[in-house]
C-alpha cells in the first residue's frame, strides 16, 4: 500500500501539491509492538510516530458507527458527541493511557479540549500548515499529539500529511515567535492570533510554497482504521481536501497528552466549543 501510485491530484486549500521526489514522500509506518526505548528514538528522529494498527480494528469502527448513528438519529448534537462519556472512554481507553504511560515515562494528562473532524468530500478548505505549539503556548512543550483516523483514510480522503523534518524547523520558528511576542501583555502572547502570527495561527496555506520556501517535501500516507500518528508540537502538519470517488466522509480525531506534573495550559481544559479562540 505504501508505494501505490497516486492517481489524483492532490489538492490542499486549492493549492495542488507537487507530485515530484523532492516534494512530496511518503510517511514511514512503525511497528507499534517495537520496545519502547526504540519507539521514542524514531519519534525523535522524525517528529512523528505513525504506529501502524496501534488499535484493534473493531475499536475504531465502533466509535465510528457510534458517531454517525448518534448524529442520524438526532441523539444527540455534534458537540454533545464531542462532550460525551463515549468519546472520553475512547480516548482515555487503557491501550492508549498504558502507551502514554510507558511512552513518557509519567502519569499521562488528556487534554480536555478533544477534537473531532469530519470532512465532506468536495469541500474546498483543509486544516493549512502549522505546529500545535502555537496553539498551547502556555504549557510545557512536553506535548504528544495523537491523530487518529476513525475509518479507513486513504490519501484521496484527506488525511494529515506531514512536513518532512519539520521538528527543527517549528523549534527555530517558535523561539523567533518568542522573541517577537516578548513584549506583548502576557493574554497576548500567548495567544495563536495576536499580531505576530498570521490569520489563523496557520504558517500558511499554501503548502506548495512552503515545501519551496523551507526545501521540503509533504509527507503523506494511506491511513488504516487502527492506525495512530503521534506527532512533536513543533512538527509541522496540514491536510489535503476530501477528493473521495466513493463519497466517504473523512472522520478523525486529534487529542493531546502530557505528564500530568508538567505544565498545563489551562485554556485547553475545557472542553471544545465552537469560538473559543484557541
Ligand atoms: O485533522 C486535521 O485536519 C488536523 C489535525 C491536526 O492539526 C492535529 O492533529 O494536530
Redesign the pocket.
Known sequence: MRDCPIEKPLVSNGYTLEMTPNRLGWLQPTNPNLPIEQLRAIYRQHGYLWLKGFFEREDIMNFRHFFFTTISSAKKSFFEIVQSQEYEDFCTMPRLWNFYQAFMQGQPYLHKRKII?FNLPGESH??GGHY?LIYLRAGTDQLY?S?IPLGDTPIEMGG?IYLENSDALGRKMEAEFSLKNADLPLEERINAYNRNMRDGGWISTNLVEMAHRFQSRWLIANYDAGDMVIHSPYMI?A?TQNNDDLNRIRL?T?IRYQRVDDTIDQRWAKNWVPDDNL
Do not use: G, Y
Open positions: 473532524r483543509c486544516t500545535d499529539t491523530w494529515l502538519h491536510a478523525s486529534d
